[in-house]
């Protein structure tokens, strides 16, 4: 089934930029570093690939040390290292194995490594249990493993009161993955509120992988597979002119915190620059890093956007021709998670993938002597978003020489067993609620003035996410499935993500949709201020999965948005407990008509 609102991007502008091949700053190399500490690989430089560590005898048992590194521009690199130096691995489990992850913390204060900074931080407790310091500083860290449906207590996927602070002995993560978590592409990385932004904008990610897809879906079968992370980053030159090849830009938009503010054209200077696998490609020419593949191979790539606030709309150029994609999972779930779609395959010629979102398809490489890319097209992030232009991310280039990825899919390919609970999207919401995103002005006569996020459930007041609350803004029962229709209520696009579930979009823009896959990160289009209604997303929300009982957060996944304040918090109840779930939103209609007076936006 091909449905425009998981891959066709209606939020994307339909321009395209005419990328070159061919450009003279592909041989840069990135600046000389007097410290391997997190070290990147050179401009235009071959795209690495992460180290695998694999579970042995049903165990994957780890440690890693969180460090941290201010480079001679000012910018500051984050990483996982494990102790023979490899950064970021990829984790590699089955289900029902056990990951025994042990983080150490490393990291210094910025401003001791790069002179006064320009905002205060907060204090962390000394020697305070880790487990309930709710310490949230620069220097703090802990681990939100993306996706995973475990329990949200301290050990496992708590982010609101587990932090690790400097000096800290080595912070023992324990649990074993659900027997019944689908195969598929997840990742890891920090959930400091306050902080996360500056972490993960370092490249404080790495990727992790449930084994099996192809027990799931037999078309991917035997395959070598690609790990491909794209990150973003400060611009490395954030002065410089746009390239000569753009059109020129009247006006250079820049928004509160000095990005690049959303031009709508499709060029212009981003906000961020991007890597993959910590390749830099950086504004203005972008020059790409390299992927070689044998002529006409099929691949299957395992693409993750771990960026802290860019959104990605990949495609795959031949001859500047679009090529199809065959998506077989989407979020760590494959499409056919359903029970009922067999070895579905859903060909695009482009995915829409928004901060913490993953995909997975299939890619058949270019015949020999055909220059091919993969690119990033522009994302339309509203008037009050960021500017995510078109731009180059690699080259592909067929060889017969051309190494393969060092991880090859079984050809075993036994069928999964068949899920134990009824497909989502047949089970009846027991509740409907309404949220909505908002954003309010410092001071409302400036729009580069600081600004306050909020995601309100409809009938409470806004506030920003406070995190030393322990009243929950949700209250649910573990075996209740919920329908939340969720608003954009600002000019900027918005990336809705929840901990610890999988949901099920069945509306975009209060017109049914028939998607049979689930996610746990979707976009909420932005309000363009003219319209009578707020634009919105109907969510099927599943809390049947008795891992799910616990508090938990949902928010926004630009984690500036997120650091800002844009994020609520989740507690499920036990099936068995006498306390009644309570529905915090009437949401009596399904359409949000707007009121007399219209909530401030930026």
Request: proline content about 12%.
């Given at each position: 089934m091909r449905l425009p609102s998981f891959i066709v991007s209606r939020f994307v502008l339909p321009i395209l930029v005419c990328l070159c091949l061919s450009h003279t700053c592909t041989g840069l190399r990135a600046q000389g570093l007097p410290n391997n500490t997190c070290p990147r690989p050179a401009i235009g430089s071959s795209i690495p690939e992460p180290e695998d560590l694999r579970s042995q005898n049903g165990v994957l048992k780890i440690d890693l040390t969180v460090r941290n590194y201010t480079d001679l521009n000012g910018a500051i690199r984050y990483c996982y290292l494990t102790a023979d130096g490899s950064e970021s691995p990829t984790l590699r489990l089955r289900p029902g194995e056990l990951l025994i992850l042990n983080l150490k913390n490393d990291l210094k204060d910025p401003e001791h490594a790069a002179g006064p900074a320009n905002h205060h931080h907060n204090v962390a407790e000394k020697g305070a249990d880790p487990c309930t310091s709710a310490s949230m500083t620069i220097t703090s860290t802990n681990l939100h493993f993306h996706g995973l449906t475990v329990p949200a207590i301290c050990h496992q996927d708590d982010v609101l009161k587990t932090s690790l602070q400097p000096g800290d002995p080595p912070f023992e993560y324990r649990f074993y993955i659900p027997a019944n978590e689908p195969p598929g592409l997840y990742w890891y990385h920090p959930h400091i509120h306050g902080f996360s932004k500056v972490q993960v904008l370092g490249g404080l990610s790495g990727a992790m992988i449930i084994e099996g897809i192809e027990r799931a879906n037999k078309e991917v079968a035997g395959l070598p597979e690609r790990v491909l992370i794209v990150r973003d980053q400060d611009l490395l030159n954030p002065n410089a002119p746009p390239a000569k090849s753009e059109p020129v830009i009247p006006k250079m938009l820049i928004d509160h915190d000095g990005d690049a503010a959303n031009n709508g054209t499709g060029f212009g200077r981003p906000a961020k620059d991007l890597s993959i696998n910590?390749?830099?490609?950086?504004?203005?020419?972008?020059?790409?890093?390299?992927?070689?593949?044998?002529?006409?191979?099929?691949?299957?790539?395992?693409?993750?956007?771990?960026?802290?606030?860019?959104?990605?709309?990949?495609?795959?150029?031949?001859?500047?021709?679009?090529?199809?994609?065959?998506?077989?999972?989407?979020?760590?779930?494959?499409?056919?998670?359903?029970?009922?779609?067999?070895?579905?395959?859903?060909?695009?010629?482009?995915?829409?993938?928004?901060?913490?979102?993953?995909?997975?398809?299939?890619?058949?490489?270019?015949?020999?002597?055909?220059?091919?890319?993969?690119?990033?097209?522009?994302?339309?992030?509203?008037?009050?978003?960021?500017?995510?232009?078109?731009?180059?991310?690699?080259?592909?280039?067929?060889?017969?020489?051309?190494?393969?990825?060092?991880?090859?899919?079984?050809?075993?390919?036994?069928?999964?067993?068949?899920?134990?609970?009824?497909?989502?999207?047949?089970?009846?919401?027991?509740?409907?609620?309404?949220?909505?995103?908002?954003?309010?002005?410092?001071?409302?006569?400036?729009?580069?003035?600081?600004?306050?996020?909020?995601?309100?459930?409809?009938?409470?007041?806004?506030?920003?996410?406070?995190?030393?609350?322990?009243?929950?803004?949700?209250?649910?029962?573990?075996?209740?499935?919920?329908?939340?229709?969720?608003?954009?209520?600002?000019?900027?696009?918005?990336?809705?993500?929840?901990?610890?579930?999988?949901?099920?979009?069945?509306?975009?823009?209060?017109?049914?949709?028939?998607?049979?896959?689930?996610?746990?990160?979707?976009?909420?289009?932005?309000?363009?201020?003219?319209?009578?209604?707020?634009?919105?997303?109907?969510?099927?929300?599943?809390?049947?999965?008795?891992?799910?009982?616990?508090?938990?957060?949902?928010?926004?996944?630009?984690?500036?948005?997120?650091?800002?304040?844009?994020?609520?918090?989740?507690?499920?109840?036990?099936?068995?407990?006498?306390?009644?779930?309570?529905?915090?939103?009437?949401?009596?209609?399904?359409?949000?008509?707007?009121?007399?007076?219209?909530?401030?936006?930026?």
């Open positions: 910590y390749v830099p490609v950086p504004y203005p020419d972008y020059p790409p890093a390299a992927i070689q593949m044998k002529p006409e191979e099929r691949q299957f790539w395992r693409v993750l956007n771990a960026s802290a606030i860019t959104y990605l709309n990949l495609e795959v150029l031949y001859k500047f021709k679009p090529q199809q994609l065959g998506i077989v999972a989407l979020d760590g779930v494959p499409l056919n998670a359903n029970g009922t779609s067999g070895d579905f395959i859903d060909w695009q010629s482009h995915i829409g993938v928004p901060p913490g979102g993953r995909v997975e398809f299939i890619v058949t490489g270019p015949p020999p002597g055909v220059p091919g890319l993969l690119v990033t097209r522009t994302v339309d992030t509203g008037v009050g978003g960021e500017n995510d232009p078109n731009r180059m991310i690699a080259t592909i280039t067929a060889s017969n020489d051309a190494p393969e990825p060092r991880s090859k899919l079984s050809w075993s390919a036994e069928p999964l067993p068949p899920p134990s609970l009824p497909w989502l999207g047949s089970v009846p919401p027991v509740r409907t609620r309404r949220l909505y995103f908002s954003e309010q002005l410092l001071d409302p006569n400036d729009p580069n003035s600081a600004t306050t996020f909020y995601l309100t459930v409809d009938g409470q007041t806004p506030k920003p996410f406070d995190p030393a609350s322990d009243v929950p803004d949700i209250v649910v029962k573990q075996g209740d499935v919920e329908d939340w229709i969720i608003e954009n209520r600002s000019t900027e696009l918005h990336a809705f993500h929840i901990h610890q579930l999988h949901f099920l979009m069945t509306a975009w823009r209060d017109v049914p949709v028939n998607e049979p896959f689930l996610r746990d990160t979707v976009n909420v289009p932005y309000y363009d201020g003219r319209t009578l209604e707020y634009p919105s997303v109907t969510l099927r929300m599943d809390f049947r999965d008795p891992n799910a009982v616990g508090t938990f957060v949902y928010h926004c996944h630009l984690l500036e948005h997120e650091d800002g304040g844009m994020m609520g918090t989740i507690r499920v109840l036990p099936a068995d407990t006498t306390q009644p779930a309570k529905s915090n939103s009437p949401a009596t209609s399904r359409t949000r008509r707007l009121p007399t007076h219209t909530p401030s936006t930026n």
